[in-house]
């Protein structure tokens, strides 16, 4: 995935800098002492990168919609783990429900309906099981 140098809230900058310029002296404690993240300077949108690369995650986000992504990992971590399937068997899984090539089904590139679909995806399917 490409990142833009633009940022889609505010049109400023966005810039590759070091995970420290975010997270301080917390980055050893987090193990991101070597990382980077995609930061825009204006309104401190961002996304994190594939551990030790440039690659970014996803697209810029800002803390909102950051927030309703860690909700739909934990959600949907939690969902595909708990039936024995591996990460990719649980995306391949995801994507067939959601009507998305396997390709564009990552969550660090949702928007908040996006999430929102995954959380009451694994829901609706848990309440199924349950009865």
């Known amino acids: 995935m490409k990142i833009s140098r633009i940022c889609?809230?505010?049109?400023?900058?966005?810039?590759?800098?070091?995970?420290?310029?975010?997270?301080?002296?917390?980055?050893?404690?987090?193990?991101l002492e070597d990382e980077s993240i995609y930061l825009c300077l204006n309104c401190n949108a961002r996304v994190g990168c594939h551990k030790g690369t440039t690659r970014p995650l996803g697209n810029v986000a800002n803390e909102v919609l950051r927030l309703k992504r860690m909700e739909t990992h934990q959600v949907f971590d939690t969902f595909w783990k708990s039936r024995g399937m591996s990460r990719t068997q649980g995306y391949k899984w995801l994507a067939g429900r959601m009507g998305l090539p396997e390709r564009c089904t990552h969550i660090g590139g949702f928007e908040m309906d996006q999430c929102q679909q995954?959380?009451?995806?694994?829901?609706?399917?848990?309440?199924?099981?349950?009865?």
């Open 8 to 31: 889609r809230y505010c049109g400023g900058k966005v810039e590759l800098v070091p995970a420290r310029r975010i997270y301080g002296e917390a980055v050893k404690r987090l193990g």
């Open 118 to 131: 995954v959380i009451d995806l694994c829901r609706k399917c848990e309440q199924k099981e349950a009865a």
